[in-house]
């Protein structure tokens, strides 16, 4: 006879009991329900051969089996555990890595993965030096090392994220600071935190770099700056875009003029056809400079500034888009807007061709997040996630999934305990996971970052002479810490081996009871 229960890790007292007949090796039949498989609860079967599985989910709960007086063994019993937020309906869970607090804080731009795969990001706040902002890098565990802290005189208020260079090195923009009028300016980091400035903008050759760099094949950089430029016949600057080489040579490629788009606020990107693609927030054809300011366009550009715009948002299939775009396996572009579309102005995701036939995949509702203000980012498996800035179930922003087909799914909504306005893009590592960040919330206030992974789903094989074999989904330089303890309301939680490094997609240990009738496991992974 096998009795099996399920129950809060806080009370050891059953919440669902059950008592089984082992009729034979393959079947397990409930005397009440003539199931051939027990449910436990959301998230919880026991399945023949008395192999119990457990899917771990944001309360701590435990399953157990012993088995009666009809066969000795063991009585396995595991507990869920885990510093993970369930993310509802999307198998996907949230695992803040690390939380900022007064200094450094609000990280706004996006993180990416250096060769040595450590992260690396900027904050707009915080650092030594009269809160300018700083330069980062954080391991894929979660510890932080601030590399620089702006002075003002070298830039301040960094809001785009890094590029890495063919070279090593990253490259990145600083809104405001520098020596010539506050206009901001192209910088150079070591790994090490040495700082060369590339070059200051001095408002005629733009003005307050908002966006990352991209660095195009030929080996140059290039960016966009938010104003400054030649205005070309308009009554204020409407932003530029630019190139420049790692060794600072300049050239201004295109000024914007309002027409045809204003106010570029994110980075470019390089298509497969050698051009680049990208966006301004504000412009279009009814664009006056004061009254009328536009809805925001979608523009390609070469290397060598030759200039074609591609389209005009109307605000019905969206308008204000902050964020670039990135070109899909599909070889079409894919990005967001702020605001706008058919569903009130909660924004929008759209794809577009390079011959600039536009696509409104999506329109937000608020309910299922509101305001994108950062790009997507294809996975893997062909899918897009993003961002939404706000609403959501806690008004304080959403993670998404989107298929190219217009398919979305709410992957997880902030409530500001555990992050607030993620407002940067995400970014997927070379273990699978996607990582990214908060502007704001956490326990400090400062935002967070963290990483989205799937929850552990936990089997246990019971074996002779007292031995279990744990069994559970990882990800490659995961870290995981298996523990165990007689009585689930009992001592505290011991460590069963060494901490566990993941090398596949699939881990397994075992363990050997050694004469106890029972005990408790819980697997958690490690920031």
């Avoid at 027990?38 to 457990?54: D, N, Q, T």
């Avoid at 390609?300 to 715009?309: C, K, L, V």
């Amino acid at each position: 006879m096998l009795e099996c229960w399920s129950a809060e890790s806080t009370n050891t007292s059953p919440l669902h009991h059950s008592v089984w007949d082992h009729a034979d090796s393959t079947e397990m039949r409930n005397r009440r329900t003539g199931s051939g498989v027990l449910r436990l609860g959301a998230g919880f079967s026991l399945s023949p051969r008395e192999r119990v599985r457990v899917r771990g989910n944001d309360r701590s709960t435990a399953i157990g089996c012993r088995k009666g007086l009809r066969k000795r063994g063991l009585a396995v019993l595991i507990v869920a555990l885990f510093s993970l937020i369930q993310a509802a309906g999307a198998n996907l869970a949230l695992q803040t890595l690390y939380e900022f607090e007064s200094n450094p804080k609000n990280p706004r731009g996006a993180l990416v993965q250096g060769r040595d795969g450590n992260f690396y990001g900027t904050t707009v706040f915080g650092g030594t030096n009269r809160s300018n902002g700083t330069v980062f890098q954080v391991t894929p565990e979660g510890l932080l090392t601030v590399l620089h802290s702006f002075q003002g005189s070298d830039g301040a208020m960094p809001l785009a994220g890094l590029v890495e260079g063919n070279d090593g090195l990253f490259y990145g923009t600083a809104q405001s600071g520098a020596p010539n009028g506050e206009f901001g300016g192209v910088f150079q980091i070591t790994t090490n935190g040495e700082v060369t400035i590339l070059h200051y903008f001095d408002g005629s050759d733009g003005s307050f770099p908002r966006a990352a760099l991209v660095q195009g094949r030929d080996g140059s950089l290039y960016g966009m700056t938010v104003s400054g430029g030649t205005n070309e016949g308009t009554n204020s600057d409407n932003g530029t875009v630019f190139k420049i080489t790692t060794q600072r040579l300049f050239t201004s490629l295109f000024s914007f003029n309002g027409r045809n788009g204003s106010r570029p606020t994110a980075g470019l990107v390089e298509g497969s056809d050698g051009s680049f693609y990208g966006t301004t927030s504000e412009g279009g054809p009814d664009y006056n400079g004061t009254a009328i300011v536009g809805n925001g366009t979608v523009f390609q550009i070469t290397t060598n500034g030759s200039f074609r715009p591609l389209h005009a948002f109307n605000r019905t299939d969206g308008s204000g888009p902050e964020a670039g775009l990135v070109e899909g396996s599909d070889g079409q572009f894919y990005g967001t807007t702020q605001f706008g579309g058919t569903n009130g102005d909660n924004g929008t995701v759209f794809k577009i061709t390079p011959a600039g036939v536009l696509t409104n995949l999506y329109s937000f509702a608020g309910t299922d997040g509101g305001y994108p203000v950062a790009g997507l980012a294809q996975g893997r498996d062909g899918n897009f996630y993003g961002t939404t800035d706000g609403d959501g179930t806690n008004t304080f922003g959403t993670i998404f999934r989107i298929t190219p087909n217009g398919v979305l799914t709410t992957l997880f909504s902030f409530n500001r305990t555990n992050g607030a306005s993620p407002v940067a893009g995400l970014v997927q590592a070379l273990d699978g996971n996607f990582y990214g960040t908060t502007f704001e919330g956490g326990t400090g206030g400062g935002g967070t970052l963290f990483r989205l992974v799937e929850p552990l789903l936990i089997a246990v094989a019971p074996g002779s002479n007292g031995r279990v074999t744990l069994s559970w989904n990882s990800f490659t330089n995961g870290t995981y810490r298996v523990e165990h303890k007689p009585e689930l309301a009992g001592p505290d939680w011991l460590a069963l081996h060494p901490d566990v490094l993941a090398t596949h997609n699939t881990t397994s240990i075992t363990n050997s009871l050694e004469g106890a009738a029972q005990s408790f496991y819980r697997i958690r992974l490690l920031p």
